[in-house]
């Protein structure tokens, strides 16, 4: 027979102490760094996957599958949510072109193809190009001391492959964003950098679990954050590989943004590339005690192209991406509709005689800088048709033949039109760079001149301005009178005007007029001078670019009809509103189906307007502060959105 020992309840309420204390000695050795900066919790995470994103810890960078830990999906449906909308970060970012960055085809065989041509400098170039490609693991080993992360490296780094994640961007210091550039990065090794203060969220959670501190900071809320690596300056080469002296701005987002009406405003470039709402979100998952934080800048990253991301998404083995086809259909649709919301049109039959139709087509750019921008492949066109009542045609400017080239384009490159007479005439938006001896070139470290720069600067542009020289507009843009200017001649409407001229023939009959501007991200003349070399990444590229379908993106269309008799009957597919940009705030909006119009901000929160009906147009008073607002009008067929810009009067 067994007696039952009772235990005073002094001694177990020790014990239990007792235990607690043991329990957390564990806690606290297992969290402890043995030999270098990782206990054994991190080194038990290294290499493992957390949503299908590996998890890498170096000395200072960690890669986004372990930030995925609390800011990806929640499984319970708790965080990272808004409403019914899961809008974790990771699931938003993993399928951009910036988390791809490093596996990028296109970019790895620009990179061969440089070094290539200048074999003296290929480490030297490669390095400088993954400052931004490969972020985390070039400034890991640059911190570290060691030697220059060059190409060699790239396809054995986790850290690399990582492309630009999360601590790319959050963990740059906040004094230094928009003061460096070419991928000249200044990063803060303890603490991590978001829109929030520390007031409004837990900074114990992620000091305790991965030794970040997170803070607010400035540069997170004004979109300097994206100006070291979106600023791209190149110390330029002549023909022989010998320097020049001469710097080249390869790319100038930042100054762009800098020299317009938004700057110092709400409407940078998070604004628009990481689209901000209104609900409360809570930030990690597996903590129900949170609050929510509104308001919440989703994670979408969409820029303005979407052929590479197609590609990408055909070739997700062959370069091992770790998102799934749906995400990047997302990402596709995003980048869709961000492109459509870039540029307003308005197109006008100015007059007619027996032979000839005289056509306006006004284009407006109504982001915050050129149209389009970046790295200097991508191009945008115009395309006009006329076609007679029986359906021939009577005109096309503007369209490509079965390689993607645009039919008519000049053998050297083609001139901005301010006047289109001819078929073979086309309007081109794009930045042609020229070598030392003036001919085009497209290898970068060549570019010494700017043959041709007449994309579209954004609204406020000025040629007087601080960051001008960085930005230039160059070729005939510079004398055409409507370029960036109004009908007054007053300078930055960040806009042009082409005037058609079409040649009738004697027909007398209606006109349909159909407009459209399309977007190239990788334009096939571009490739020519990289295609005529061979290594392995240019030819895989080259493989994988002749089966995609290069069908170029359609920004905005617009048709009318001039049925001959002076009247016009408009069969447009946006909503028309003008002026767009208005100066005194007031827009008209034709749409005799209107029944009601509201106005947003760029925020999406809805703005007082003053509305008045006359026949078929509302007269519609947008509110005093200048920016973009989203005119919402209601009508039987539902509800449609046009985007307009209030300017400095």
């Known amino acids: 027979m067994q007696r039952k020992v009772l235990i005073p309840k002094n001694i177990r309420v020790l014990s239990g102490l007792l235990a607690l204390v043991f329990l957390l000695v564990g806690w606290s050795a297992a969290t402890t760094p043995v030999k270098g900066p990782h206990s054994p919790i ?21 890669t986004a599958g372990r930030c995925a830990g609390c800011h990806g999906h929640d499984s319970l449906g708790i965080a990272m949510v808004a409403g019914d909308e899961d809008v974790n970060v990771v699931d938003d970012w993993r399928s951009t072109m910036m988390a791809n ?3 990028d085809p296109f970019f790895l065989a620009k990179m061969e193809h440089e070094g290539l041509v200048n ?26 001391g060691n030697p220059p992360f060059t190409m060699a490296h790239l396809d054995t780094s986790v850290l690399a492959q990582d492309g630009i994640s999360c601590l790319a961007c959050h963990m740059q210091n906040p004094d230094s964003a928009g003061n460096f550039f070419s991928g000249d990065l200044h990063f803060d090794s303890a603490r991590v950098w978001g829109p929030y203060t520390q007031e409004q969220i837990n900074p114990a959670i992620m000091e305790f679990f991965v030794g970040f501190t997170p803070d607010q900071g400035s540069h997170i809320l004004d979109g300097s954050v994206c100006a070291g690596c979106h600023t791209a300056i190149n110390q330029s080469l002549d023909l022989q590989g010998v320097p020049t002296g001469i710097s ?9 943004y800098k020299n317009s009406i938004y ?11 990481m689209p901000r709402i209104q609900d ?5 998952s597996e903590y129900i005690f949170l609050g929510g934080q509104s308001p919440f800048g989703k994670h979408h990253l969409a820029g303005g192209g979407t052929f590479m991301l197609k590609l990408m998404k055909d070739e997700i083995d062959a370069l091992g991406i770790p998102a799934t086809p749906v995400q990047f259909d997302s990402t596709i649709a995003r980048t869709e509709a961000h492109l459509r919301n870039s540029i307003v049109m308005n197109t006008q039959v100015m007059d007619r005689t027996d032979d000839t139709l005289f056509m306006d087509v006004s284009l407006t750019n109504i982001i915050g800088h050129k149209f389009p921008s970046g790295f200097p492949n991508r191009r945008a066109f115009v395309q006009v048709i006329a076609l007679t009542a029986t359906g021939d045609t009577l005109f096309q400017s503007g369209r490509w033949d079965s390689t993607y080239e645009v039919i008519g384009h000049d053998s050297i490159y083609e001139p901005h039109h301010d006047v289109i007479t001819r078929e073979d005439q ?4 794009e930045f042609v760079m020229g070598d030392v001896n003036g001919d085009v070139t497209t290898t970068l470290l060549r570019a010494v001149y700017r043959l041709k720069d007449n994309r579209i600067p954004p609204i406020g542009f000025s040629t007087s301005h601080a960051s001008y020289d960085t930005t230039r507009i160059a070729g005939l843009a510079l004398i055409d009178p409507n370029f960036n200017h109004d009908a007054l001649g007053t300078e930055g409407n960040g806009g042009d005007v082409i005037h058609y001229h079409i040649a009738t023939n004697g027909y007398l009959g209606a006109v349909e007029l159909k407009t459209k501007v399309y977007f190239q991200q990788v334009p096939p003349r571009w490739n020519r001078e990289m295609f005529s070399h061979h290594g392995p990444r240019i030819d895989a590229f080259r493989a994988m670019y002749t089966s995609a379908d290069g069908t170029p993106d359609l920004v905005v269309a617009d048709s009318l009809l001039d049925i001959g008799t002076g009247m016009r009957v408009l069969h447009s597919s946006a909503l028309q509103a003008f002026p767009n940009p208005t100066r005194d705030g007031f827009i008209t909006i034709t749409s005799p ?6 106005a947003y901000d760029a925020a999406g929160k809805r703005v007082p307007l003053k509305t008045t009906r006359s026949g078929n147009s509302w007269r519609c008073e947008l509110p005093e502060q200048t920016g973009v607002y989203h005119l919402v009008i209601s009508t039987p067929q539902g509800d449609r959105m046009v985007r307009v810009v209030r300017m400095s009067p």
């Not at 189906?593 to 509201?598: R, Y």
Request: aromatic share 12%.
């Open 248 to 256: 080249f701005y390869e790319q100038t987002m930042w100054q762009e």
């Open 263 to 273: 700057y110092g405003s709400a409407q940078n470039c998070r604004s628009c590339h």
């Open 426 to 429: 086309v309007q081109i938006y």
């Open 280 to 284: 409360s979100v809570k930030l990690a």
């Open 101 to 103: 960055s490093a596996r």
């Open 593 to 598: 189906e209107a029944t009601k119009v509201l």
């Open 42 to 62: 991190e080194l038990a995470f290294m290499r493992e996957q957390i949503q299908g994103l590996p998890v890498q810890f170096g000395t200072y960078f960690v």
């Open 119 to 144: 074999p003296a400098y290929k480490e030297q170039l490669e390095h400088s190009c993954l400052k931004c490609h490969a972020p985390l693991a070039v400034f890991e080993q640059k911190m570290l």
